[in-house]
């Protein structure tokens, strides 16, 4: 690939990054860095695109198709506990240690997403901390109305409470 | 029928008539649909509820889910205790009693012209239908309807083949998730405030109908509100102790209201000062 293409594939990758809707509130400077570390990637119906264990080296912005956050216990088939779509980011505990995945991600139809290296994304982080306070602002609220969501399906509001 | 024209209270609101068991449904695992006899002159408007009592066993309100349009008593009951176990129970034939109807109905003729955004919890689809009924009548009255439905699981879905009927026939947004699921559901897995999406309803021009656990109620008024829509274009349908459904006794008070006779349906302003109060 010629020095040309590849400047303009860095382009389109950051304009997409840029126009992501989880990334909205992420100042242009920092979406050009987050985008050094993303890549396009393609999954297919089914295909997992991460699981549970597996170090988190990397994240997802989804950009067609959905997706099935699972857990799996013994004796029993797997557990959707949420799903995501377009727009939406699937994998946070690349941002946290021990940098482990704790569910498992499947494809319920083909997904486009762009995928970040988490080791790249950390280590811009690290040496850049105004880049990492942006990066907090992105996810902590995320995390926040996962888990207040998580707490509303533990209360299971719809069923029986007699 | 419209709020208008809904059946009035019978002289003597505290004697059950005697009716039938028409036909009876089976849902789910737990819910059931009775349609009953009609008594002459019955009517109702959507959101309304009706006593029905067994005796020896006992009374319990029960919302209306049919088509207030097409006449007949239609009440969809979950087996929960051992009244609506009792009545959830009945087979065609059986006789039982009836009050009603009772109690405050949705703003259809608030509706007219604006977008409608309904929000169901688990069985809190049962007494919105009645309006979906209405509305689905008369789409061109209405600007764009949106039904955002959350339940348990895919197993406690509600009147499927209807959801997909107002999805494919009438043009709307019909929208179901559940809290969790096994590996071969192919729709959404999350609470139903996450179905709520920027473009689905102009907050400027909108009413909310809202009827499910009052948890549920209260995230998804805070993400309607969040997302625009006046607190005074909100209406939820509240479930309180129901015994009399006349505002005598005083079991379901909310504050200087009875749930029975000014509600079920209250607009959301207008109890916003009570609303999620600790055992209130």
Redesign the interface.
């Known amino acids: 690939m010629s020095d040309d293409l590849k400047e303009r594939g860095r382009e389109g990758l950051e304009r997409i990054v840029l126009e992501h809707p989880f990334f909205t509130t992420l100042a242009e400077h920092h979406v050009r860095l987050a985008a050094g570390c993303a890549k396009n990637v393609r999954f297919r119906e089914g295909e997992y695109l991460l699981h549970e264990g597996d170090p988190a080296n990397e994240f997802y912005l989804l950009r067609e198709g959905?997706v099935?956050?699972?857990i799996n216990a013994p004796g029993r088939?797997?557990?959707?506990?949420?799903?995501l779509?377009p727009g939406e980011v699937v994998g946070v505990s690349w941002l946290v240690s021990p940098y482990r995945w704790t569910f498992d991600a499947?494809a319920?139809e083909p997904v486009r997403a762009i995928s970040l290296d988490a080791a790249c994304l950390r280590g811009k982080c690290e040496s850049d901390h105004d880049l990492g306070f942006a990066m907090m602002n992105c996810f902590v609220p995320l995390l926040t109305q996962r888990l207040q969501?998580t707490r509303?399906?533990l209360?299971?509001?719809?069923?029986?409470h007699? | 029928m419209t709020e208008a024209t809904a059946r009035k209270i019978p002289p003597d609101p505290m004697l059950p008539e005697v009716t039938r068991v028409r036909r009876r449904r089976r849902e789910t695992h737990d819910v059931w649909t009775l349609a009953l006899e009609a008594p002459p002159g019955t009517g109702f408007g959507p959101g309304q509820f009706n006593m029905l009592c067994l005796p020896g066993v006992g009374e319990v309100p029960i919302s209306m889910s049919g088509d207030p349009e097409r006449g007949g008593l239609v009440h969809t009951i979950r087996a929960v205790g051992a009244v609506s176990t009792a009545l959830a129970g009945l087979k065609p034939g059986a006789q039982l009693g009836l009050r009603g109807p009772f109690g405050s109905t949705w703003p259809l003729a608030a509706a007219a012209g604006r977008d409608v955004v309904i929000m169901a919890g688990g069985l809190g689809l049962a007494p919105l239908r009645p309006l979906l009924y209405r509305l689905f009548a008369r789409p061109r009255d209405y600007g764009r309807i949106t039904l955002l439905y959350g339940t348990r699981s895919p197993d406690d879905i509600l009147f499927e083949r209807e959801l997909q009927r107002w999805r494919d026939r009438a043009g709307a947004n019909v929208l179901v998730t559940v809290d969790h699921a096994a590996g071969d559901w192919r729709g959404p897995v999350g609470v139903v405030t996450s179905l709520l999406q920027p473009g689905q309803f102009d907050p400027g021009n909108s009413i909310a109908c809202i009827c499910g656990p009052e948890v549920m109620m209260r995230f998804s008024i805070g993400n309607l509100i969040d997302m625009g829509l006046p607190a005074e274009s909100i209406y939820l349908s509240m479930e309180r102790n129901m015994k009399c459904a006349v505002g005598h006794c005083g079991h379901c008070q909310f504050g200087p209201a009875f749930v029975c006779r000014d509600g079920p349906v209250f607009r959301y302003d207008r109890v916003r000062a009570l609303f999620g109060l600790k055992e209130f």
């Not at chain 1, 088939?77 to 799903?83: A, F, H, L, R, V």
């Not at chain 1, 209360?155 to 029986?160: A, S």
């Open positions: 959905r099935a956050l699972e088939p797997g557990i959707i506990i949420q799903t779509g499947r319920l969501a509303l399906q209360l299971d509001v719809y069923g029986r007699d």
